[in-house]
């Protein structure tokens, strides 16, 4: 037996000192297992995700100081660049199970103390280059410059970009690449030379709170995650026909009458608040959707005579109610108020409207809309969507917002203003006609509709994900380049705080990459074990993700013992 086991391992050294890459590979360890297995993670570590556009690295493999590693500012420093270096320190080296737990207060002080640490081409710090001011609290806005260059090599690593949102898509790739040894009590990073920047502006995720509500600390550990793939819009899904939890100070009667709950199942000022500034300090968008003038159906117990009441065929009111009534004066005037509260609560420049799947039978069988129609001259219920869409837009402009609606107005026919942004969402017949026909028209558009992640399958079902382009549309230059972007979704009918996470990641990791990567990434080899990692990586940063395939994280989700 002894020598049996002598044998078994002169031949595994043997066979690795004639291949460095030596691959080990059984029924427990997986195809991205390299060298030996017994001081390797499972899943491949220093893979980032998104791909980087240019993304240089080698086999020269640098420590890294965990004792004394700072983040050096060379260019303009804010509280918000100060906070990110605090958060990242404890990203890269605050590991569950490790014997290292040291905050950044306590690593500057042993920096200062004895001074960089470089020896054998060690990395004692990453000095990061803001060209434009930070201060002050800056928001996040469509359009901002997010490019960042990473350069690591035995004589430095060092960060540059124009602005904060590009220091933090850089800080987040460097923390990705460094990797720590099985015992947890080394880290390493290869020499790396990183240009990169996102292929749109717009990369959204839509969550859906009204369905089931979800407490706000989930939904900052979704923002948490959001960050760690470089999207940068969180689309708030905040209310629909089911539940109402935003809390208005002007019609307090909203969530009071239309949440689920209203001591328990609602967002106070102070909650959106909280959640806009987790967001803002990561470079993330928060985009508020209300959606009118279906889907409303929460609102009107709070608000008595907004919805259009539904006639039977006795001509009599039936006691149900179909959309907001666009026939009443009241209607604008309580929007207009609404949403002039929504726009300060919300300070993006963006509003979602909604509009989709608005059902004309109630309005159809009301008399008091039949009426209304004939006085104003509107022949039909698609003209009469459309002079409910122009009077609501009207509010929004004059309270210098912009919006973006569902695609059903334009499918419709509805009159739009050209500045209308158009979330295209059907899956069928074909969502690449959609964009074709949208941009025809000259609307700047987002789509959605092959990134419904709430619709589950058995096993990996993340490949047609990656294999949707915003841009594979038959069009000219002229229409691609109207395509601002688009976004994931999370609907929440069989979705709430328990399985929010779970359900959504690490699947929306692939729609990242395809809405930040080049449009030249498309390996699925490639995207698989990059996914793998970012899984495990989440798990790392205690956030939930499901697993993709068998195999298994060094660090695996540690929870409490059972309470009962």
């Known amino acids: 037996m002894k020598s049996s086991i002598i044998f078994l391992f002169c031949y595994l050294a043997f066979a690795f000192s004639l291949n460095s890459n030596f691959q080990f590979e059984n029924r ?66 605050d590991t569950p199970g490790e014997s290292f737990n040291k905050d950044y207060s306590w690593s500057k002080a042993y920096r200062q103390k004895y001074g960089i640490w470089n020896r054998n081409g060690g990395i004692g710090a990453l000095y990061v280059n803001v060209e434009t001011s930070c201060s002050g609290k800056p928001m996040p806005a469509f359009g901002m410059d997010e490019d960042y260059t990473l350069n690591i090599s035995s004589a430095g690593a060092k960060l540059e970009a124009k602005t904060l949102w590009g220091a933090l898509r850089g800080l987040e790739t460097f923390s990705q690449l460094v990797y720590s040894s099985s015992s947890g009590q080394m880290w390493y990073v290869n020499e790396t030379m990183i240009e990169d920047g996102p292929r749109f502006p717009h990369r959204g995720f839509l969550v859906d709170t009204s369905r089931h509500y979800v407490e706000k600390n989930i939904l900052l550990q979704f923002v948490s995650a959001l960050s760690m793939a470089k999207y940068n819009v969180f689309h708030w899904h905040i209310v629909d026909s089911q539940s109402f939890p935003y809390q208005s ?99 993006d420049q963006y ?25 104003a001259g509107i022949a039909d219920y698609v003209g009469l969507e459309s ?36 979330n295209i969402w059907k899956a ?33 079902n993340w490949q047609s994900y990656y294999a949707c382009d915003p841009q594979n549309f038959n069009g000219t230059a002229e229409q691609k380049a109207l395509v601002m972007g688009g976004e994931g979704c999370m609907w929440g009918e069989w979705v709430d705080g328990t399985n929010l996470m779970s359900r959504t990641w690490p699947r929306a ?6 809405l930040w990567s080049p449009a030249t990434a498309t390996d699925m080899d490639s995207m698989k074990v990059r996914l793998e990692a970012h899984r495990c990586r989440m798990i790392r940063r205690d956030l939930d993700a499901n697993p993709i395939d068998p195999s298994y994280c060094r660090y695996e989700k540690q929870s409490p013992p059972p309470k009962y």
Not at 389 to 418: C, F, H, M
Not at 431 to 452: F, L, R
Request: glycine letters at 8%; aromatic letters at 12%.
């Open 249 to 347: 100070r002007v019609y307090p009667d909203l969530s009071q009458k239309g949440a689920y709950n209203p001591q328990t199942h609602i967002y106070s000022p102070e909650d959106i608040a909280d959640v806009i500034e987790y967001a803002r300090q990561r470079g993330i968008r928060v985009v508020a959707e209300f959606d009118t003038p279906g889907h409303s159906l929460s609102w009107g117990p709070g608000q008595p005579g907004l919805l259009t009441p539904c006639y039977g065929s006795d001509g009599k009111p039936d006691g149900t109610f179909g959309p907001i009534d666009p026939s009443k004066n009241s209607t604008y005037e309580f929007i207009e108020k609404l949403f002039s509260e929504v726009s300060q609560v919300f300070p």
């Open 387 to 422: 002079y409910y869409i122009s009077r609501v837009t009207d509010i929004v402009q004059k309270l210098n917002k912009q919006y973006i609606i569902w695609q059903e107005p334009v499918d419709n026919g509805v009159k739009l203003a050209k500045d209308t942004v158009v």
């Open 28 to 93: 427990y360890f997986p195809k991205s297992v390299s060298a030996f297995p017994f001081d390797t993670p499972a899943v491949k570590e220093g893979l980032p995700t998104p791909l980087p556009k240019v993304w240089k690295t080698s086999n020269s493999v640098l420590n890294v100081q965990n004792s004394g590693f700072v983040f050096e500012s060379t260019g303009s420093s804010c509280d918000d660049l100060t906070a990110a270096f605090e958060r990242y320190y404890k990203i890269l080296f």
């Open 509 to 514: 990791a692939v729609v990242a990459e395809r």
């Open 351 to 375: 509003l979602h409207l909604g509009g989709d799947e608005v059902s004309f039978t109630c309005w159809q069988s009301n008399p008091d809309i039949k009426a209304f129609m004939v006085k």
């Open 428 to 460: 069928n017949p074909d969502p690449s006609a959609e964009m074709a026909k949208v941009t025809g028209k000259g609307y700047q558009s987002i789509t959605s509709a092959c990134w419904y992640l709430n619709r589950v399958a058995y096993g990996e």
